[in-house]
T-cell receptor, first 112, second 116 residues
Framework: QKEVEQDPGPLSVPEGAIVSLNCTYS??????FMWYRQYSRKGPELLMY????GNKEDGRFTAQVDKSSKYISLFIRDSQPSDSATYLC????????????FGRGTSLIVHP | ETGVTQTPRHLVMGMTNKKSLKCEQH?????MYWYKQSAKKPLELMFV???????ENNSVPSRFSPECPNSSHLFLHLHTLQPEDSALYLC???????????????FGSGTRLTVV
């Protein structure tokens, strides 16, 4: 079983839709949960960062962590064509020197 | 310049060539990393340098040889590569060993390597 599972997609939605992106993981030591966004021909950039369980909201983006289910989600409200990118989940723990373990990334396409 | 800069952006090399990838960070971080990104696969951590000292080498073949002359510069020397080594090679930097490192984990734009 891979440490972090993420469906690579692609996920295609119309503009204005609510998007839900998800990852599951197996390592219960993970405490720090991140979402990165990667545009074509660019490196990943940090989008959301959450410690332990709970929700975090930033504008149109909401990150959720359910440690009991080992499941994390990223919601994008009112999706825009500019949100088209690959979204990578990542997780880290103090035991791993806080170096993140990444999922495969989900390719999101928001069409006008 | 700011952030993490990688050169070249694209590289095509034959299996018998020797080439080097360069990474430079202007963020004052003390750790630098090399990652390999292949289609539909998770980012693979290759090497970690903390204060110029290599702290991790994730079973990377010896045809990849890293060099970190100072905390701002990182190289990846390539020789006798295989076609399956074709991928996007990403450099990143951060503060090492702290939870706050995750806030500042910064990637370059990568070098797209094609081995023919």
């Amino acid at each position: 079983q891979k440490e972090v599972e993420q469906d690579p997609g692609p996920l295609s939605v119309p503009e204005g839709a609510i998007v839900s992106l998800n990852c599951t993981y197996s390592n219960s030591a993970f405490q720090y949960f991140m979402w990165y966004r990667q545009y074509s021909r660019k490196g990943p950039e940090l989008l959301m960062y959450t410690y332990s369980s709970g929700n975090k909201e930033d504008g149109r983006f909401t990150a959720q962590v359910d440690k009991s289910s080992k499941y994390i989600s990223l919601f994008i409200r009112d999706s825009q064509p500019s949100d088209s990118a690959t979204y990578l989940c990542a997780m880290a723990s103090s035991g791993g020197s806080y170096i993140p373990t990444f999922g495969r990334g989900t390719s999101l396409i928001v069409h006008p | 310049e700011t952030g993490v800069t990688q050169t070249p952006r694209h590289l095509v090399m034959g299996m018998t060539n020797k080439k080097s990838l360069k990474c430079e960070q202007h963020l004052g971080h003390n750790a630098m990393y090399w990652y390999k990104q292949s289609a539909k696969k998770p980012l693979e951590l290759m090497f970690v340098y903390n204060f110029k000292e290599q702290t991790e080498n994730n079973s990377v073949p010896s045809r990849f040889s890293p060099e970190c002359p100072n905390s701002s510069h990182l190289f990846l020397h390539l020789h006798t590569l295989q076609p399956e080594d074709s991928a996007l090679y990403l450099c990143a930097s951060s503060d090492y060993g702290t939870a706050q490192a995750n806030y500042g984990y910064t990637f370059g734009s990568g070098t797209r390597l094609t081995v023919v």
